[in-house]
């Protein structure tokens, strides 16, 4: 039987028509109706009980605005926060993924890279925190990728281990999803060394891990001289073979690299799709099918939902 990472050298395989406007219906359904114990039902938890480290005397107005498909866009974050989407109850512990939207360091696209992925997960066990993070490329900003934003995905991580039997998730299990500049910073996470926590810390939070156990890297800005290792966490890949060559070809390249380090990984390149598909109700095509072809990888990996 082929391996995950022979499986990805392979030339892909084309769906079934039938099974690809299966997937993509049932994507359109979670996108028009989020789960029912996420979205606009959760609470947004703040991932610190006061202000951020780094945003002390910030007070700007958090800025939200819809483009011309009615999707949230947010910017002028000082309040970090995560939004929980969990699975209905009755089952036993969930995998969790921290889902992390993309928007350049300047803003973030809160559905497409965001809720509508959440209420997907949500809908099939798994349980996703939608992270709202500090930007460091919108105008004026004071932050940084690798400090502030890079914190706040840690927090995340730890926040959610920390609240494992409330939110009935499997602290062993939470990884990291990403989208574009949210692929980065899940990178970032997933190559730092953070596995040990801060065992010193007054903050119960931040003595847990901030490793996650997985990552799924959706059109990621690769950050350079990133060192990879066989522990590196496993990793689901996906981008547009229409995307720039820095990310169509660079995600390859990324894969490679992860093999040759002995990491485990698996690749999608989707002929037609360009950069910033995430999870819409009018995407069509094999890159439509992405979401389940996530949920058969994590269940590949042994990340039980």
């Known amino acids: 039987m082929a391996s995950q990472a022979d499986r990805a050298l392979t030339p892909r395989m084309k769906l079934p028509t039938r099974l690809v406007n299966s997937l993509a219906a049932a994507v359109a359904c979670w996108v028009i109706a989020p789960a029912a114990f996420g979205g606009t039902d959760a609470p947004t938890v703040p991932l610190w009980a ?14 939200l605005r819809r483009n011309e498909q009615g999707e949230h866009i947010v910017s002028n974050v000082h309040a970090p926060s995560i939004t929980p989407y969990l699975p209905a109850p009755g089952r036993g512990l969930s995998t969790a993924v921290v889902v992390i939207p993309g928007g ?19 809908a099939h066990g798994v349980a996703a925190f939608v992270l ?25 991580i730890r926040l959610v281990r920390s609240r494992a039997v409330q939110w009935r998730v499997d602290p062993a299990r939470v990884g990291v999803m990403g989208f574009s500049a949210g692929g980065e910073l899940a990178i970032l996470a997933a190559t730092a060394d953070a596995a040990g926590g801060a065992p010193q810390s007054e903050d119960a939070v931040e ?5 996650p156990s997985f ?3 959706l059109y ?12 590196t966490p496993t990793a689901f890949l996906a981008c547009g073979a229409k995307d720039q ?17 002995g990491a485990q990984a698996e690749l999608h390149v989707y002929a037609g799709a360009g950069h910033g598909f995430g999870m819409r109700a009018g995407n069509s095509g094999s890159v439509a099918a992405w979401p389940g072809q996530f949920l058969e990888w994590l269940d590949g990996q042994g990340f039980k939902r």
């Open 50 to 63: 006061g202000v951020a480290p780094g945003s002390e005397g910030k007070s700007g107005k958090e800025t």
């Open 245 to 261: 060559a820095a990310i169509s070809l660079g995600l390859a390249e990324f894969y490679l690299a992860m093999r040759r380090a």
């Open 207 to 211: 003595r847990l891990s901030a490793r």
């Open 104 to 122: 350049g360091h300047t803003e973030l696209w809160m559905d497409h890279e965001g809720g509508n992925v959440a209420s997907f997960l949500a």
């Open 215 to 217: 990552q799924a890297l």
């Open 132 to 156: 709202k993070y500090r930007l460091a490329r919108a105008p004026g900003s004071t932050y940084s990728v690798e400090g502030n934003e890079l914190a706040d995905v840690q927090r995340a």
């Open 220 to 231: 990621p800005a690769i950050p350079r001289d990133v060192k990879l290792s066989a522990d």
